[in-house]
């Protein structure tokens, strides 16, 4: 029976093929003979088909007498479409249980009952800056000779869907180059697994999350790096962010629509960021609550590229504690910030870190806002000093081509604020502060999927512990692309 069933799907493919360069409805009936004598089609299957592709010659014939009938002005009846070719394409779909397609989240194939998909795209940014590629954070970093660079930034493969139900989905993301100094092991430019996730989001109203992935602490760190408003997250990212972590997550949203529209996040986490066991018997707890004030939530994505129809807004309060060996996070895992002990020399159960953030997000018709206030305190439990950390941002867009129809259409123009105070390298007890204030433009090809931008950032610092302060200006231009 199973031979039988390939031979039929075999041959209605070949059928499909050979109809295409055969003029003859005779030929149609030839090759329908040799597929019923030989046992590819059944008895059944033959006569219906023979009967469409009668009742559709014999379709022809009634147009055509009828059209000798009319006035010679008259516009003759469109032949039928429906024909045995048309049938047997048909049934070759029917057969198949896999489609392709191509959409917003790449390529796609799913089953046609919907329960299987899998989506994958490909990303990469290549961006130009001068004179320096970073933030600088030190006085002698403000000091040193810039030089301009080429740089691939990243390099990404993802890979998503569901499987078994639409509400079991799944999710990796793999950095195929991270750039690396002339001077680093060549080794750094290995491939590496930075995202893999699964949900179990079957209801609104909660949901389960479990793997590694940037947790929704703060918005700015959770939007895409290919979804971004700059070439590059503000100042305040570095110092503030948890990054990606290993654990679980419970997450929902409640009064769906309402003015007390409500999505919140809770979960426990390794605590030494990407791809690391725990080694002590502590954990990172974080939580997050987010207000849609509006009834409508946002989308965790920078710009308004999709011009929101209706004013749609967020107010959220988060934070999380953590006791262990790191002092800040990135996509390369547990590290330090400047003035504290590396992972690998300090204790594992050193430092004691207890962070808030408050945030607000805005979109409306070509218009977007966003801001973050962050506060971080660092008990070293060996030194036995606390540090106390502030930094902020606020960042608007516009496509002024909804206030100036001259202006095209694809360019939005954007603008930013932040600043950051943090203790010095050499002295804990003193403070630097660094402020960011950069101006921008996206010109989107093809919304962020594929677009351009250019941005111009006046960067200071004024070092408390030497009484100076010092300014560079940067420019970065970055081709970002997804496909």
Known sequence: MRQTSTNYKAAVAALALMLAALPARSADRQLLDILLENGAITQEQYDEL???DT?????????????????????????????????VSRQIEAETPV???????GFRLETRDGNFQTNLQWRAQFR??????????QLEEFAETGTWTFEPRRLRMKIGGHGFRPWLKYYFEIDLQPAREVDADTSTSGARAIDWRIDIARWDWGGIRLGQWKIDL????????????????????????????????????AFKGTAADLSWYAGVFNGEGRSVRNVTANYLAMGRLQWNFLGRELAWRQTDVEFTEKPTGSFAIAGFSNTGPCTRWSSSGCGNLDGFDSPGDADPEQFRIEQAVQEFAFKYRGLSLQQEYHRKFIRDRVVGSVSDLTGAYLQAGYF????????????EFAARYAYVEEPNEIERNVYNEREEYTLGANWFFNGHDNKLTLDYSYLTIDDGLAGLNDSINRIRLQWDISF
């Open 50 to 52: 023979i009967g469409r």
């Open 55 to 87: 009742l559709a010659a014999e379709d022809v014939i009634d147009a055509a007498g009828a059209d000798s009938e009319t006035s010679p002005g008259a516009e003759p009846t469109p032949e039928p479409e429906t024909t045995l070719e048309a049938e």
């Open 99 to 105: 489609k392709a397609s191509y959409g917003p989240s």
């Open 128 to 137: 130009y800056t001068d004179p320096t590629n970073t933030d600088p954070r």
């Open 218 to 253: 703060n918005r700015e760190r959770v939007d895409s790096s290919g979804r971004q408003q700059f070439v590059e997250r503000s100042i305040v990212n570095r110092t503030f962010t948890i990054d990606r972590q290993i654990g679980i997550q419970l997450r929902g949203r």
């Open 400 to 411: 002024f081509h909804y206030m100036m129809p001259a202006i095209p259409a694809p360019l």
